[in-house]
């Protein structure tokens, strides 16, 4: 009798390096084509996002404080209008 379960271990462990090097390859020659279908799934589905992103956004609340604090820091820094501005007003 046929065993599928065991054929497809033995097919996987035969063939794991040969897709992760293929895998790699393919997005290395379709890097393009691959982003934009990136950019199309999240176009056309923003609920999706959006539920996501507020999942991450509450498991991660410390991380995105910080994250945004250095973000406004890193803004200020290198915006060439607010250092107008500051270099304006002093």
């Known amino acids: 009798m046929f065993d599928r379960e065991k054929y497809m271990k033995k097919w996987e462990e035969e063939n794991k390096e040969y ?8 997005h290395k020659d379709n890097f393009e084509k691959c982003r934009e279908l990136g ?25 995105v404080k910080e994250y ?3 973000w406004m820091e890193n803004k200020y820094k290198t915006d060439s209008k607010f250092n107008l501005n500051l270099k304006i007003s002093r």
């Open 39 to 63: 950019r199309q799934w999240r176009k056309n589905n923003p609920e999706k996002i959006k539920k996501y992103f507020n999942q991450w956004q509450k498991n991660n609340r410390e991380d």
């Open 19 to 26: 897709r992760r090097k293929y895998n790699k390859q393919y």
């Open 68 to 70: 945004k604090k250095k």
